[in-house]
Every structure is written in structure tokens, then in C-alpha cells.
């Protein structure tokens, strides 16, 4: 298994800022995704951020206002930029160890206000 | 699109019951599905999982049957205990991408 950890937890942010989120595994990982988690809602993925290339990401998501790093093979960041309200959701950072092993942080709680 | 979709959003059970969770989906390159549980301020816990090629797989205490003619898995949980209560979602993998699509999630409610 996977030992993830994200910071912040939690964070309250005004409208127009950006707030980045950081993603620590206790392993080398190749692969890595974001997701988001919308109030209530199933989570949706945003992009893979796999060392050494960029990010891909998903339909609806672009990196001007989600910009990734992925340095290592253990970290990774998440930018959410430019904030509205509508960006209010969790965070989540997963790691795959094998295609059927995939592992959750314990996400980034956001309220843009 | 593809689609990993569950039939009921809240599942209300009396501890010691079995519950069973239902999910369908619309991709036919599904082949790996996954059960998660997520707890309240918690990311997602892998519970279970299935290939496309069995029908039914059993945990301690969970069993994860597949029907692909249908498209359609379940969870079972036997002896639902108050530690049961969260949200539950499957996700699916399809041969030709590493991608986990979700479910909409069913929220297990365990009451005395």
C-alpha cells in the first residue's frame, strides 16, 4: 500500500486568489492523479501527473487554472487558481501502484467565499 | 460517454442486516471494477475488487458479484455493523486507459 498525506486539510480562500495543495507519498510512484470531489457529488478526475512529462489533463480542466508540478516521484502539487465559489470542493491526490492498486489522500477541503 | 452509475443515492439499514449496493455502467472495455469507501472527511478505501472475467468474489464479509451482460455489480455487506455507515462507490477501469471513472456514490446509513 501507499501512505499518502496532503496539506493543507482544509483552507478558506477569497474569490480571485489561488491556493496550492501538496501531495506527499511514502513511496516512488510513477503514477499520480487529482481529483475533485464537488459537495455530495463522485469524484471527478482533473489530470495524471506522472514524473517527468506533463500533466494530462481531462476534459473541462486546463492547466492555466489548475497548473500541476510533479518534481519527484514522491510529491506532486495542485494549483487551483483565479478562485470562485464554484472551485469549493475537495481535493484528492491518488497514487497507482499496479493498474488494480490504486490509493487516496485524505483530501484538501476548499471553500472559496 | 462512459458512465459508472448507481441506482440508489441512500441506503438506510438495521445493524445485523445484509445491505446490498447496486452500480451500472456503460462501458464495454470495463474490464477491472472497484469498491470504495469513503468515510466523512476521508479520502476513498479500496474494499474490494473484480476483473471482468469472474462473477463473483468474496471479502471478509463484503461479496462483489458482476453481471456484464447487463453491466451491472453489486456490493454486499453482511451483518452491517454502525462502522459500515459512509459513502460507497464503485469505479471502473477499461483495458485501454489507466483511468478510475466513479459512480455517483449511495450513502450506507446503519441505525440500532
Known amino acids: 500500500s501507499a501512505v499518502i498525506s496532503q496539506k493543507p486539510s482544509r483552507d478558506i480562500c477569497q474569490r480571485g486568489t489561488s491556493l496550492t495543495i501538496q501531495c506527499q507519498v511514502d513511496?516512488?510512484?510513477?503514477?499520480m492523479f487529482w481529483y475533485r470531489q464537488q459537495p455530495g457529488q463522485s469524484l471527478t478526475l482533473i489530470a495524471t501527473a506522472n514524473q517527468g512529462s506533463e500533466a494530462t489533463y481531462e476534459s473541462g480542466f486546463v492547466i492555466d487554472k489548475f497548473p500541476i508540478s510533479r518534481p519527484n516521484l514522491t510529491f506532486s502539487t495542485l494549483t487551483v487558481s483565479n478562485m470562485s465559489p464554484e472551485d469549493s470542493s475537495i481535493y484528492l491526490c491518488?497514487?497507482?501502484?499496479?493498474?488494480?492498486?490504486?490509493?487516496f489522500g485524505p483530501g484538501t477541503r476548499l471553500t472559496v467565499l | 460517454g462512459e458512465s459508472v452509475g448507481l441506482h440508489l443515492p441512500t441506503l438506510s439499514v438495521q445493524e445485523g442486516d445484509n445491505s446490498i449496493i447496486n452500480c451500472a455502467y456503460s462501458n464495454s472495455a470495463s474490464d477491472y471494477f472497484i469498491w470504495y469507501k469513503q468515510e466523512s472527511g476521508k479520502g476513498p478505501q479500496f474494499i474490494i475488487d473484480i476483473r471482468s472475467n469472474m462473477d463473483k468474489r468474496q471479502g471478509q464479509r463484503v461479496t462483489v458479484l458482476l453481471n456484464k451482460t447487463v453491466k451491472h455489480l453489486s456490493l454486499q455487506i453482511a451483518a452491517t455493523q454502525p462502522g459500515d455507515s459512509a459513502v460507497y462507490f464503485c469505479a471502473a477501469l477499461s483495458y485501454n486507459t489507466d483511468k478510475l471513472i466513479f459512480g455517483t456514490g449511495t450513502r450506507l446509513q446503519v441505525f440500532p
Open positions: 513511496s516512488q510512484v510513477t503514477m
Open positions: 491518488s497514487v497507482q501502484l499496479n493498474r488494480n492498486e490504486q490509493f
